[in-house]
């Protein structure tokens, strides 16, 4: 394709009058405007502009060529606005992408963000599994864990508090632990990112972590009964009653609040699970990504039990 700058400086000259205006609105010397349009006219072979001391006139050649390069110009002048509109307005298809026990965070985060910009749409992908976030053009990708090496931004939201829960229908037939020692004699639910696989049917899977009260610590292994990819239908299992499970606080406050769980062990704590949201590698961020992940941050920071990143 032929360079279109000089189409464009062509219409902008014929738009301003002269090429000293054309010149102060593209940012041009006089001279190097003048210099564009010769060049033009030797390359169509015609002239495009009458030149006098006093004013410019086209052509017959340059009032034919005239309203395409208008075109041109205003379709540039589009490109750019749409471009600043991106950055400065958000607008368009948000697309984000969460574990599913997280989607229930997503709508109250982003909901004063939808409600602000009714040009805004939003795509929220839940799902355990590792979706291709390239493939899937995701703008923002909530995480929990520690991350491997990406060519993705990580910007961490908060640090979830996690703590260990149980119905109250379990600890009544099998009763409440009362040192992290007695943890290893009850039936646990773990997610498959805490539990290691057995090395044969006839074993359970097993999940380890560790206690602290203080300065005290305790390493704690523990066979697990029941596995899930799902962190919400762990939390679901633990609420019917079929053993413990560590669960993030900020999700089981409401079931904590209404008795459906307990806490167990309240005054020893485990490590703290970090969120992230995760973005593209680029230049800059467009303006719906930078607003929402705003909005994430002050939400999941006021969550309980939530953590500074």
Known sequence: MNDLKPYAIFAETVAGGSMSAAARRLGMSPSAVSQAIRALERQAGVTLLHRSTRKLTLTEAGARCYPHCLRL???ANAAGDALLHARDAP????????????????????????????????????????????EARIDIAIRAGNLPDSRWIARRLC????????????IERHGMPDSPQALAGHHWLGAMRQ???????????SMEFD???GEQREHIRVDVRIVSNNQLSLQQMCE???????LGHADVHAALE???????????????????AMTPRRDGDPAKVKVALDALQRHFAALPGARPA
């Open 211 to 213: 206690l602290r009260q």
């Open 91 to 134: 607008s368009g298809e948000l697309r984000v992408a969460a574990p599913v026990g997280f989607g229930l965070h997503i709508a109250p985060a982003l909901a004063p963000v939808l409600a602000a910009w009714p040009q805004l749409r939003l795509r929220l992908l839940v799902d355990d599994a590792m979706i291709d976030l390239v």
């Open 258 to 276: 209404r008795g459906l769980l307990v806490r167990v062990l309240p005054h020893w704590q485990l490590a703290p699970l970090p969120v992230t």
């Open 240 to 246: 019917q009653g079929m053993g413990l499970a560590l």
């Open 159 to 170: 640090r979830f508090e996690v703590i260990a829960c149980a119905a109250p229908a379990y």
């Open 195 to 205: 539990s290691s696989e057995p090395k044969g049917d006839a074993q359970a899977p």
């Open 73 to 75: 110009l205003e379709a």
